[in-house]
T-cell receptor, first 107, second 114 residues
Framework: GQSLEQPSEVTAVEGAIVQINCTYQTSGFYGLSWYQQHDGGAPTFLSYNALDGLEETGRFSSFLSRSDSYGYLLLQELQMKDSASYFCAPDGQNFVFGPGTRLSVLP | DAGVTQSPTHLIKTRGQQVTLRCSPISGHKSVSWYQQVLGQGPQFIFQYYEKEERGRGNFPDRFSARQFPNYSSELNVNALLLGDSALYLC?????????????FGDGTRLSIL
């Protein structure tokens, strides 16, 4: 079967660093994607990890460990506009999204 | 270039009715996927179409059906609507049918069942 776990909520202050974890169990795994969704908006693609290790894209980085079925999204220099829900999505037989982590950035 | 467009943006139906939602992918994208998103949850995969053929189906009843047209646009049909079908329906397009392709989402159709 398939399972995905993310923390439901994370709170941090502006300028801080936050890590959003994702553990997954899925068949036919190829990689892990991350999406951001602001309230009332559509999900937008952030990153994709096909290989183990860290991928950096500006303030956002994403990490994957295939052997641990684990990944995380790292957000640095947090800004108010980063307040949103973040979803991990393992790339497997079908398109599956995690339950989402709601990030609140406080001033 | 236009992004993924969905119509209508909002829709109100009653139980037992049928609904058709429409999606136009980004120009050049051949894959379209449909998702249902209930408030506070992640998108739930319904269908993927690539080159007019069904590539994947999520855990939804047969009341849900879809198709893709030669111009790669797509329709999602839901029959015999239930109260539980109230949700945001998202369409996403990608260049190819591979699931490692970034998906580009439309703004969705908010469906309310009374």
């Amino acid at each position: 079967g398939q399972s995905l776990e993310q923390p439901s909520e994370v709170t941090a202050v502006e300028g801080a660093i936050v890590q959003i974890n994702c553990t997954y169990q899925t068949s036919g795994f190829y990689g892990l994607s991350w999406y951001q969704q602001h309230d009332g908006g559509a999900p937008t693609f952030l990153s994709y990890n096909a290989l183990d290790g860290l991928e950096e894209t500006g303030r956002f980085s994403s990490f994957l460990s295939r052997s641990d079925s684990y990944g995380y999204l790292l957000l640095q220099e947090l800004q108010m506009k980063d307040s949103a829900s973040y979803f991990c999505a393992p790339d497997g037989q079908n398109f599956v999204f995690g339950p989402g982590t709601r990030l609140s950035v406080l001033p | 270039d236009a992004g993924v467009t969905q119509s209508p943006t909002h829709l109100i139906k009653t139980r037992g009715q049928q609904v058709t939602l429409r999606c136009s992918p980004i120009s050049g994208h051949k894959s379209v996927s449909w998702y249902q998103q209930v408030l506070g949850q992640g998108p739930q995969f319904i269908f993927q179409y690539y080159e007019k053929e069904e590539r994947g189906r999520g855990n939804f009843p047969d009341r849900f059906s879809a198709r893709q047209f030669p111009n790669y646009s797509s329709e999602l049909n839901v029959n015999a609507l239930l109260l539980g079908d109230s949700a945001l329906y998202l369409c996403a397009s990608s260049l190819a049918g591979d699931s490692n392709q970034p998906q580009h989402f439309g703004d969705g159709t908010r469906l309310s069942i009374l």
